[in-house]
């Protein structure tokens, strides 16, 4: 079975730390692997997406890089703002005909001002 | 409008009622995808469209579960007969292509009584 999961569940830092959320997934047969933030309420942001091919992408201060073959993905924010608060998702699409997303359970992240 | 509308933002009905959600995607994608997620999951999948044809929807629980998309734009999810498990957040997202980022709405918080 497919399977994605967040590790940590949550996470508290203080203001201005570099901080790395985890994401494994259990096939590394992947086509792309998509961060997502979601805010209280809101719908899901589309922060990065990395295809099978590439190994990093960047904005801004979020870096997301991905490691088929151990079935890893990072996330890296760095100097952390209180507005990053928020859950982190990661979602895993797999080749083949279908085009669904698999998520993770999410990292439930808050920075402390 | 530049994101995906979804409407309603909420709606609450009765165990047994018939409701519609509806989604409007971003102008100009061909693709359509509806999840469900549960209170502290991630998104669950229930289906994708490409242009007017549902491509894959592997992730509808039951019968009872039904979406359309007529013209290719706007789509609809019908649930019959509903039950207190329904109850859940029901988000649309749209892509450019097949390859692209998923792009989500606000979504349908959707409560069953």
């Known amino acids: 079975k497919q399977e994605v999961t967040q590790i940590p569940a949550a996470l508290s830092v203080p203001e201005g730390e570099n901080l790395v959320l985890n994401c494994s997934f259990t096939?590394?047969?992947?086509?792309?692997l998509q961060w997502f933030r979601q805010d209280p309420g809101k719908g899901l942001t589309s922060l990065l997406l990395i295809q099978s091919s590439q190994r990093e992408q960047t904005s801004g201060r979020l870096n997301a890089s991905l490691d088929k073959s151990s079935g890893r993905s990072t996330l890296y924010i760095a100097a952390s703002q209180p507005g990053d608060s928020a859950t982190y998702l990661c979602?895993?699409?797999?080749?083949?005909?279908?085009?669904?997303?698999?998520f993770g359970t999410g990292t439930l992240l808050a920075v402390q001002p | 409008g530049a994101g995906v509308s979804q409407t309603p933002s909420n709606k609450v009905t009765e165990k047994g009622k018939y409701v519609e959600l509806r989604c409007d995607p971003i102008s100009g994608h061909t693709a359509l995808y509806w999840y469900r997620q549960s209170l502290g999951q991630g998104p669950e999948f229930l289906i994708y469209f490409q242009g007017t044809g549902a491509a894959d929807d592997s992730g509808l629980p039951n019968d009872r579960f039904f979406a359309v998309r007529p013209e290719g734009s706007v789509s609809t999810l019908k649930i019959q007969r509903t039950e207190r498990g329904d109850s859940a957040v029901y988000l649309c997202a749209s892509s450019f292509g097949t390859g692209g980022p998923q792009h989500f709405g606000d979504g349908t918080r959707l409560s069953i009584l």
């Open positions: 979602a895993v699409r797999y080749g083949g005909a279908t085009n669904k997303l698999i």
């Open positions: 096939d590394s047969a992947i086509y792309n």
